[in-house]
């Protein structure tokens, strides 16, 4: 994918590419180049489990 003037140096155009290593993106006018960051499945939130009854203790009569 190639986004027009979008290198931070020159305002050249990027193009995002990948390859063994990742994800990256690089100028193909100046030679810019930057890892991008995994994108990471957001984990999903299990409901919390059922506690089973406090039950108090025992007391011995006295």
């Known amino acids: 994918m190639l986004k027009l003037k979008g290198c931070p ?5 990027l193009n995002l590419t990948s390859d063994m290593y990742g994800r990256y993106i690089n100028c193909l006018q100046c030679g810019f180049s930057r890892d991008l960051p995994e994108v990471l499945p957001q984990a999903t939130v299990a409901a919390p489990a059922a506690h089973p009854e406090v ?8």
């Open 9 to 13: 140096k020159c305002q050249g155009t």
């Open 55 to 62: 039950k108090e203790p025992v007391r011995k009569a006295a």
